[in-house]
Structures are given as structure tokens and as C-alpha cells.
């Protein structure tokens, strides 16, 4: 054993140091405790509410059991090849995946217009602007949820009454309650009400264009499209890139929102598949909570799949800016 | 002495802090006599607790009538009782959570447990009722059969509501009938005098109908009856739904129950639907229908209790008829036996007191409490004329009185079959499920649906069947059943 390893001086107190000590690893351990027993509530809180749900769940998935009491009958992964074969899990697997082909490139492109329209210098009012504009996001989804039933309302909602008073229509429309228009609706609610957090993300993107050159150009003779397509879009491109990968993962998870809107009806038609889970595992007349985790679990990895997407995303669009 | 640190007030502020939290998170049950209740006895606890009774149930309804008893029992020497009204949505969960952690409440009612008793009991969630002696000599033994309320000779629950009762009676506004030409004293009794009936409250100005499209449940139920009086030879409840009677076999793609939808789709055709029909449940949609949105509701006796509560001046005006039958001549229904209501705790450790507080449920001032609440009907029908409750009300159970009868169960037959139910895997989608897709338009081929649910139901019972020793699909055979008697526990002997 040396005094490198041991951290003791090896001639005396006198004798040069040598480079960094190497210590042990309890002696390191107790060095940094105060490091340890601050992370500690986050290290717990973050094992129970997320680690461990995720470790049960994958064990569930391969159980039959109805979540009452304790029988469970391991069934390996005969949940997996139900779930595989339930058409309405596919049809829950296209609804979701519909619903952010759809909202993804709208909201990305809505919160960039409102971005560039809030970050014009001369347009007054900006701070209120953008708080109306934010103010959605900071509402709980189930309350909005439960609005929107009242202003979608068919017989007495203002969104009707409008159509109604205006001559548009004859009778109301059946927004939420017409497999038709449900989805559509409530794609429109959830572009209104997260719109907001992408418009902050293209705010903080313009922020890194730098205001000279887009003057230069306007200099040199270039008008607002020119400067934009030009100077403007081109420097945002990577971020680009980003707000459209975060935007698709927040738009696979609106559970609470299309829950309290649809419940995922009429007959299936606004299932998304966290509502499938849902089903299965609390509210049909015997839960199947082996079959919902099945389900889960195969949500999760394809949530996983995006995240390495988005990972790889992330990189290449760093690099792309120049960013080591 | 060196003077404290910063670093050091904050770490102890920091250690005391996570204790308390550590304390605060112990939801252990507390020890009898703490105030805590129905909790820490091992699973089938015995007698001796002390503390208050814990009574968990969703009758939101029955609420004083509830607090009242409690009241008299607490007088006449027993324990106060905690009491919380669930929203019956909410309760299978609470339920499902207090048993893994052994806090179940003394007494609970299972609203929003679909696992049939017999497999919950098992499990130990009950205890038997030590009163069963007095709980049987006021209720009468043909009202407790075995397999439904009795195991293996132990009574663990009876039934507070009568059978005779269904979801499908015909409300109506007074005035809104009146100023479309309806007679609210005799109500259309036909499919078709419906139809007419809210055609002409829509001609008046409101909407003629509304029905709670969202609440697949309780659209299946309306289903279900109605199809029982277009000539189904069904029961309805329990694990009779759907079922033939005398075959035992499933048979939603009867043509009862294909007429029994059409006539619902036939208000939307009509233009007499009320339009928000669609996004309402049955307590929202009674809501819309109190405020005068429509003329008609479908819905059941509680209607009257929950007017009486939340809408009191339409109480005088309130209007109703019997379910309607294809012809008009009058209904005929069969209704499974009403399971137990209330259910003690296997969990207890106050089994005794709560079994004393039980007794008080079976007896005849309960009873009348129960008429006069205007919930479902109380199991003594007798107690509602003498009662307070409204005309309308009085008026409806009069009417399940002539119209209904107890029909079979296979459970009373043989427990088997309950072990059975409990491995039965749900079939999606529902009768409810498809009548909302009739409604949606998404399901064209209604007979094609109804036989591919009969199809998936029976496939599903057989699977369950098979792996449980002495249950057998023959066990939902009855033959001929007299429609027009009560089938009682003799009969399950013949």
C-alpha cells in the first residue's frame, strides 16, 4: 500500500505534495455526506413515485391479476401477445399517434408565428400579450377539460349559439359527442392551451439571432419575408429541430385533457392509448391490471424510441449550430 | 464552545424536518382505542375493539337517514360511527387501497368492486354477521339465499333495497307536458306514444327527450329492459344480463334488443333527441332535464329523491309513467335478487358492534327512513304508501309492485359460479359501448355487433368455467320460468 492510495503523507509533514491525494471510497463518502443527505429526499421521492411504478409495472405485465387482494397467476407474456391482438389497442395506437401528426406541426408552427409577431419591437403591449398567451398553459387540464364541455355544448355552448345566431348553422354542432368532430376538437383545445409553452421556446430561439445582421440585411434592401427566410429562419433551424422533438413528446401525454373531454368517446373514437390503460385498469367491471401494463410498458418503450430520437435530434442540431 | 454554524442549524432543522415527514407518512392503522377504527386486527378479527365504527358507502341519497341511525345507536350505548359518502366512482379504489393496507372501514358498501363476493371473501375482505339470528326474523328467509347473502351457512349481508325495481320509468315536467298536449296523469305507455309524445314537446319548444348517452352503464341497463318488454326472455342484473333465460345461452342479437336500440336511435331521427344527449351522464343529464332542457327522461325512482334534494320546486310538478312496452300492454320484468348492501370488514376488530349496528337496518323504522329518502325502493315496499314520499315517487313503486318479479340467479344455484364470474375476462365492446356507437354512427350493423358481443361473451364464460371445478354454463339454464311469480329459494331446489 503507498500513501497514494492510502492519502497519508509518506515522508512527514514537511515533504512535497504530489499531485492530487487519492482517497477511499468510504473516506470520500464521508467527505461529501452533506452532498448525499441533500439529494437524499430527491433520490427516495424519485425511487418510489418513479422508479419503482416503472420496475412494478413491467412485473405486472406479465401477471393476471384484477388488482384486489393478492391472487396473481404469473402468465409470462401472454398480456403482451392480448394486447398485440386487441384491434381496439391499435386503434388507440393510430388515435395517438393521428393526434400528434396533427397538433405537433401546428402548434410548432403557430407558437413560432406568435413568437415572431410578440418579439417585434414595435408592437406594443407585449408583456400582456405574451401572458395571454401563456395563460392557458398555467390552467389545470382537468378544469379546462371540463370547461370546454360546457362551451362545446351542443344546445346551449357559446361556441354554438355563435354558429346558430350567426346563420352559419341551423343547429348546434356536436362537438365532443360525434365521432366525426371529437378528435378534431380536442385538438384544437390542446393546440390552444400548450401553444403557449412552444411560443416561449421560439421567443428564447430569437433571442440568438443577432438583431445586427437581421438590420444589415435591411440595409441592403431585404424586406420582412427575406429577412426571414434568409436570416432569421435559417439561424433558427436547430432549434427547430428541438421544439418540434419536445412538442412531440408532450403531445403523446394528454390523458387528463382528453379524459375529461371525451372519456375517450364516442365508441372508441378519442381513445389515445394512455386512455386504453386506463380502462383496463380501473374502470372496467374487473380491473385488468396485468393486461393495462402490458399496454403501459409498450407505450413506455415507444416513448423511449422518441426520447432516443430525440436525443439523436438534440446532437445533430448542436453540432449542426456548432455546438460542442 | 465554538458557536453554531450555519451548515449546522440548517442540517438539524433539516433532520427534524425529515422526521416529522417520516411520521407524517406512517399511515400504519392506529391502535383500538386511539379513534381510529377498523383497522389493525388480523384478517376475520374478533370482537373486543374499541374506538368508533367505520361505515364507507356512495348512497349520497340516504345520507340523514344514515346519520340518524348512527345517532340512535351511538344513544342506545354504541360507539360513534365515522361515516364518509363516496362518490361511487371513487370508492372501488378507496376500497382496493384501505384492504392492501388493512384499513378497510368496519362496514362498506362495494360500490365499485366488480369482483363477485364470493371470490372477495376468500380473500378475507368479510366478516360473518354475528347477528344473522335477528337480521333473519325481520327480514324473512326467503329474502336470504345462499350463495348471494349466506356462505357455507354464515350470513354476511343483506339487502336494504327491494328487486322490484328498474332504471327505465318514464319522467316528465308537468308543465312542459301540459303546454305540448301531454297528459302527465297517464303517460305514453307505447314505443311508439313515446315517440309521438316528444315529437310534440319538441313542436312546443323544448326539446322532447333526453337521454344520458355517456353513461354507457346506464344506457345498457335502459337496453335491457326494454328489450325484456319487447319478449326477451332475460333477467335483468346481476350476471343474468343478456342471457336467455331458458336456454342459458347469451343473446343480445335477439331482435328484442335490436328493436328495443332502434326505438332509442328512432328520438335522433325524430329530431325530438335532446342535441347535448351525447356528452351527458345520467347526473348531469338529470340536471339539464330539471332545468327544463326536455320534456322526458328516462331514469329510476331516485330521480324523485335526488328532485326533492336538488331541485325542490319541481317536485310538485314532476310526472311519471312505467317503462314503456312495444305494444302498451303493461310491463313484465324479471330483476335479479339484490345482493347484500352492506358488508362488515374481515379486517374489524368491532365485528359485534358493527353487526349490532346492522340490526338497525333490517328494521321497520329503517325502512320507512329509506321510503321516505326516495332512493331505490326499500326492500318493504308496504313501507312507501304509508310514507312521506312524494305522489310521483309512491306512484312508481306501486307500479314495480304490479310489474316486476324476482327472477334466478345462477350464484343462489350453485357458488360455483360465482368463482367463475370473478375469472371471466370483460368483454369490450360493451352492450352500452355499442349502443353509443349507434348513436355515434361509428356501428351500422347493429344485429352484426349484438352477435359478435353474444359471440365474445359466451367464448369468454366458458374460458372462465373451465377453469373452475363444479361450475358449469348450464348453471344460467332455467327453463321455463313462471314470469309472472317470484322465483324464490324453494325454486333453486327444484
Redesign the interface.
Known sequence: MTASTTGAPATGALAPRQGPRRIGTLARLWRDR?IY??LL?TLVLYGLYTLWPVAASWWYSLLQW??????QTFVGLQNYADVFRDS?FWNSFKITFLFMLVTVPVRVLIGLVLAMVLNHPRLPFQRIFRTAFFLPVVTTTAIVGVVM?FVF????GPVNLALVDSGLRD??I?F?????TALWTVMGVHTWKWVGVTMIYWLAALQTVPRDLQEAAQVDGAGTFKVFRHITFPLLMPFLVIITLLTIEQNLQIFDLMLTMT?G?????TEVIEVYIYRWA?T?????LGFASAAAVIFGVMLLLVGLVQLAGVRAARRRAGVV | MSPTSRRQVLSTLGLLAATGALGACNTAPRTAGSGASGAGAPSGGSSGGSGNLAWWDQFNPLKSLQEKTFAAFTQQGGPKVDYTVYNPNDQGKALQLAFGSKQLPDVFSLAGVGVPVTVLLQQGWFSPLSTADDITSALGEDTLLDGVHRFEDKLYSFPIFSPRQYDALLWGNSDILQKAGVDPENMPSSWDDVRAAARAIQKSGTAGILLPLKFAERMQAFVLQLAQTAGFNGVVGGSMDGIDLSTGEYAFDDDAFVQAIEFLTAFRTDGSLFPASTSLDARAGRARWAAGAAGLVFDGPYNAGVVRNDFSSLLPKLAVGGIPTADGSPAQLLHSPIGGTFWLSGQSDKVDQASELMVMLSAKEYQQGLAEAMDQPPLDLAAVASSQAAPSYKKAIAMFDEQVRVGPTPEARNPAVATALGKKAPVEPSLGTIIQGVFSGQVTDVKGALTKLSDQSSAAREAAVSQVDGASVKDWAFGDVDRSQDFTAKDYAK
Open positions: 452533506w443527505v441533500f429526499p384484477n388488482g384486489f387482494g393478492s391472487p381496439l364541455q355544448d351542443p344546445a346551449s343547429q348546434g356536436d365532443l359527442g360525434s365521432s366525426s372519456g368517446g364516442p365508441y372508441y373514437s380501473f372496467t367491471s374487473v380491473p385488468q
